[in-house]
């Protein structure tokens, strides 16, 4: 009877170390399953164009629609990187397209092109901080900057609590919490 106990609990040790061993071997396949890189080619050349961090990208796409070109927010936002129809139609406005129509928001191709220009252009205006960026391409950049000019925030990390918006707050964290994955997982 000890035998038998004692064989089987020699099996499930070893299926343990077994299961363990193949995790860790196998660890930037599997953990890729929640942190996937949709449109690759699109977003890395819009990136490269605009030079924002790619995995920044990835990492709002992810916050923003799950990755799902057809996300629409109850506030009208479009798209992956769900971008609200009139900073769209500013940007497009900034790039001279004249036949500009929000329906594009949900193209691949033009939802993170705008966003990746958006992000450069937040990271222009707040010296690539990244936590000030990410909670303006949240909240808007004339809301983040009465922000900080009232040191009601200090576009710190560390100060996240500070953020008046809990949606911003918990926005911010999670965009975070995503690029520091992106970037672990993919750098």
């Not at 576009?155 to 911010?172: A, C, D, H, M, N």
Request: with cysteine; proline share 4%.
């Amino acid at each position: 009877m000890r035998l038998k106990a004692r064989n089987r609990l020699s099996i499930i040790l070893w299926s343990g170390i077994l299961l363990f061993l193949v995790a860790v071997l196998t660890f930037p396949q599997w953990i890729t399953i929640f942190y996937p890189q949709p449109h690759q080619e699109e977003v890395l050349t819009a990136a490269a164009e605009t030079q924002i961090d790619p995995w920044l990208v990835f990492a709002i796409m992810r916050a923003e629609s799950k990755y799902q070109t057809g996300a629409q927010s109850s506030a009208g936002a479009k798209g992956l990187m769900q971008i609200m129809p009139e900073t769209a139609e500013w940007i497009a406005s900034k790039h001279d397209i004249a036949d500009f129509n929000i329906e594009q928001l949900h193209d691949p191709e033009t939802n993170i092109k705008f966003a990746c220009w958006y992000l450069a252009d937040l990271e222009q205006e707040f010296n690539g901080e990244t936590p000030v960026v990410i909670a303006a391409y949240n909240a808007g950049r004339g809301t983040v900057n009465k922000w900080l000019e009232q040191n009601v925030w200090d576009g710190s990390r560390e100060s996240l609590e500070q953020i008046p918006f809990k949606e911003t707050r918990e926005y911010v964290a999670n965009v975070l919490k995503n690029y520091e994955a992106y970037q672990a997982i993919y750098d």
